[in-house]
């Protein structure tokens, strides 16, 4: 199995959507189809789907099929914009999703087939930005830190299984390997779900990238340390002052960046930069469940009254952020 497998992680199939599972990673690689709004919000809230800009295209993908759907099942107008909302809100930290539904959405009056040209517009866009955005935030880095193979530290998922192509943050990885100016990653395992042992490894282990995995809070003692020569992550949304909301475990990363001296690189597209929002306190965090934390695999790791706080995103304030890297720009907040 190669890095050609990351080329399909979600499309448009003869009126449905097909979606790599990303629950079953890394033990089995299980591609869905969902053919219902029903299947595709609880694949989003269930984080089948995951990872801002393809939350962005699974939105877009979502509308087809909520038309598709309308049409079988003879929904009113009513109906079907309300299933489409239920896909705007079924993550609310994300922009893009609620941004391209809505784009999408506005098409809905011109008829299925130019509803799913947009959607598949979105699915393309998303694929070409990814490549822009990650050789812009590898020149900037090797700018910053030299034409030298860099240590590079990350969190959480931000390659193809999460914005479709290249990817974000670990994009900006790959275009480092390309360009020869890598040295390996460490990835933090990112708790409570593990998207970066369970993901981000298995990413890098298909496109052969040395890495090594850290326990999240071993991450900004590694950085102290001189274990790290950058740090790059994504964005599930970058408010207007340039504060960013990421998973959960971003902003101490950020603080130990700062404190060591080395660059904190925010990678994501244009699209997760949100001018409606003024700053990180407006953003909404999403809470999700308790058992997460408290359980594992559905086996309780805690005593039965203990409580859990489980914030999916923190904001980590812009005067950390040494560069936010798009398609489009490099911005110094």
């Known amino acids: 199995m190669g890095s050609d497998v990351l080329d399909d992680v979600i499309g448009w199939r003869d009126g449905h959507i097909i979606a790599i599972d990303q ?4 033990h089995r690689l299980s591609v869905l189809r969902l053919t219902t709004v029903d299947q595709l919000v609880d694949a989003i ?12 295209v699974a939105g877009a993908l979502g509308v087809a099929l909520a038309v598709r759907q309308a049409e079988r099942e003879g929904w009113d107008a009513g109906r079907l914009d309300a299933e489409v909302k239920r896909i705007a809100d079924a993550r609310p930290t994300a922009v ?61 998922n931000t390659g193809a299984l999460a914005c479709l192509g290249w990817g974000s943050a670990l994009g900006v990885i790959r275009a480092l390997r390309d360009r ?24 890098l282990d ?19 340390q001189g274990h790290t020569d950058a740090v790059v992550v994504g964005a599930d949304r970058v408010a207007a002052n ?16 700062h404190r060591a001296g080395i660059p904190f690189v925010v990678s994501a597209p244009e699209s997760t930069i949100d001018e409606a929002t003024a700053s990180g306190a407006d ?10 934390v408290t359980s594992f695999q559905g086996v309780p790791a805690a005593p039965a009254g203990s409580r859990a706080l489980n914030y999916a995103f923190d904001v980590t304030p812009a005067d950390l952020v040494t560069a936010i890297v798009t398609e489009d720009r490099v911005i110094r907040p």
Do not use: M
């Open 23 to 26: 629950t079953a990673l890394p």
């Open 45 to 56: 809230t269930r984080l089948v789907v995951r990872g801002a800009p393809l939350l962005g």
């Open 96 to 156: 893009n999703l609620r941004r391209e539904v809505l784009a999408v959405a506005a098409r809905v009056p011109d008829g299925a087939d130019a509803v799913e040209a947009a959607a598949r517009a979105v699915h393309d866009t998303a694929i070409e930005v990814s490549k822009r955005l990650s050789e812009r935030g590898a020149a900037f880095l090797v700018e910053q830190c030299g034409p030298r193979p860099l240590k590079v530290h990350t969190h959480c």
């Open 180 to 203: 020869g100016a890598l040295a390996h990653v460490i990835a933090d395992e990112t708790r409570p779900l593990l998207q970066g042992s369970r993901l981000t490894a298995w990413e």
């Open 206 to 224: 298909q496109l052969g990238i040395e890495h090594y995995l850290a326990a999240d809070g071993a991450g900004p003692f590694l950085i102290s």
């Open 242 to 257: 340039g504060d960013v909301a990421n998973k959960i475990g971003t902003y101490s990363l950020a603080l130990a960046a």
């Open 283 to 292: 953003i909404p965090l999403e809470l999700r469940a308790e058992a997460e």
